[in-house]
Every structure is written in structure tokens, then in C-alpha cells.
């Protein structure tokens, strides 16, 4: 009896190990390959019908069932700065927004991310990609805290072409993308939040600040993160 339950044990954590490892194979792009198409239809479905809070639902349900916990490529970006850098350089927790310049930030987006970047530049690698040519970021560019790495790619770039087809012509942009040290997936939100036109400056940065924050919450599980003292400043 002993000797029968050591092999069902055996059996049991091989094919557990066995499981885990196939997951940790799988590949962000390769995740999307699978599940884009049907999550496209339904999701056009529910916009075409106005109904944005289904759009929603069936875009988290994408994020949280096929693409967490995916292996996000490595990447080489282009900063501004006129350096190549990979993702797994960075040796730390990464958050990647995708912008376009002709994309406008709504009220105190940019603020709340330089305030983010300001706090927590020693535990997470800030990225801002804009899907532009390097002349099309110029001026914005200069609006982002020193601790954000602002980055561009664009389809006449033939080095771009496969970061241009797996972020920018899929899930579309302003995306976030929150990915742990080794590049695991660990969340993906649109942009920032949406605030009416007629909400406050303070309104807005802060509604902003409080979207951004709850996404790194996922990547800054060992840091108290929900007790700061939101500011303008």
C-alpha cells in the first residue's frame, strides 16, 4: 500500500512539473496566435453595439485566462536616447505603455506617470513606446521624469517589424503591459484612465495616478503601495 501511494505521488508531482513547464513554454505572441481572432469578433460584436462594459469584460477575460503568465519576448527597443536596450537588461520588473504621438494623454496622465517613475524607479523599469518615427516623438519626448525610458518604433523600420505586429496590430494602444523580471506577463490594461472633459486638472492626475498604481500593485507585491499621500506636485 506505501509503495502504491509513493508511485501515485511520484506521478502526481511529474505530471504537475510536466504542466507547469508546458505553460512557461508557451510564448506571449504565440498566446495571441491562438485566441486574438475569436476575442476580435466577439469584441467587435459588443462595440458595434455600443456596449463597451461587455468590450471590457471580454478583454480582461482575454488578459487574465490566455496571456498571464505567457513568455513576453525579448525585445530590442530604441530609446531616444540612440541606444539599443533589451528588455532583459533592465534586470528588473517592466512597465511598457504604448502611445502614438498623434494619440493625445487625457489631463494629468503624463504627471501621474512622472510621479510614478519618480517613486518607484528603483523597483520597476518605466517604458514609454510610441509606435512613431524618431522625429514624430521629438517634442513629446521631453515631457517624460528622467526615470521613464522613452522608446519608438514604426513599420519603415524593418528591425520593427516584429514588435509592430505583435503589440501595435493586436491589442492596439494605449496598452500597458506589466511584465516581471524574467518577462512573465503578469497583468495588461488599456491605457490610463478616462476622465470627462470637465473633471478638474487635480481630478484627472489623480484619477491617472490611481490606474497606473493599481497595475504596478501587481509587479510591487512586497512594497506598501496603498498608503501614499497622492499629490500634485
Known amino acids: 500500500m506505501k509503495k502504491l501511494y509513493f508511485v501515485i505521488t511520484i506521478l502526481f508531482f511529474s505530471i504537475s512539473s510536466f504542466g507547469q513547464d508546458d505553460v512557461e513554454a508557451i510564448g506571449f505572441s504565440e498566446a495571441l496566435k491562438a485566441h486574438l481572432k475569436k476575442y476580435n469578433v466577439q469584441s467587435d460584436i459588443a462595440y458595434n453595439n455600443n456596449d463597451k462594459q461587455k468590450g471590457q469584460i471580454l478583454f480582461d477575460s482575454l488578459v487574465a485566462h490566455h496571456l498571464v503568465g505567457t513568455q513576453f519576448e525579448d525585445y530590442t527597443l530604441k530609446s531616444f536616447e540612440k541606444r539599443k536596450i533589451k528588455l532583459?537588461?533592465?534586470?528588473?520588473?517592466?512597465?511598457?505603455?504604448?502611445?502614438?504621438?498623434?494619440?493625445?494623454?487625457?489631463?494629468?496622465?503624463?504627471?501621474?506617470?512622472n510621479k510614478l517613475a519618480q517613486k518607484y524607479a528603483k523597483d520597476v523599469q518605466f517604458v514609454i513606446l510610441f509606435w512613431d518615427k524618431k522625429y514624430q516623438v521629438k517634442k513629446i519626448a521631453r515631457k517624460f521624469n528622467h526615470n521613464i525610458t522613452v522608446c519608438y518604433a514604426h513599420e519603415s523600420y524593418k528591425n520593427d517589424a516584429l514588435i509592430v505586429a505583435h503589440l501595435k496590430?493586436?491589442?492596439?494602444?494605449?496598452?500597458?503591459?506589466?511584465?516581471?523580471?524574467?518577462?512573465?506577463?503578469?497583468?495588461?490594461?488599456?491605457?490610463?484612465?478616462?476622465?470627462?472633459?470637465?473633471?478638474?486638472?487635480?481630478?484627472?492626475?489623480?484619477?491617472?495616478?490611481?490606474?497606473?498604481?493599481?497595475?504596478?500593485?501587481?509587479?510591487?507585491?512586497?512594497?506598501?503601495?496603498?498608503?501614499?499621500q497622492l499629490t500634485t506636485n
Open 169 to 228: 496590430h493586436t491589442l492596439g494602444f494605449p496598452t500597458s503591459y506589466f511584465l516581471d523580471k524574467d518577462l512573465k506577463v503578469v497583468n495588461i490594461k488599456r491605457g490610463g484612465a478616462q476622465p470627462d472633459k470637465k473633471s478638474s486638472y487635480v481630478k484627472a492626475y489623480t484619477m491617472n495616478y490611481n490606474t497606473f498604481r493599481e497595475g504596478l500593485g501587481s509587479l510591487l507585491i512586497d512594497k506598501n503601495i496603498t498608503q501614499e
Open 88 to 113: 532583459s537588461s533592465f534586470k528588473k520588473p517592466v512597465f511598457i505603455l504604448t502611445y502614438a504621438s498623434w494619440c493625445i494623454p487625457s489631463k494629468g496622465e503624463i504627471p501621474a506617470l
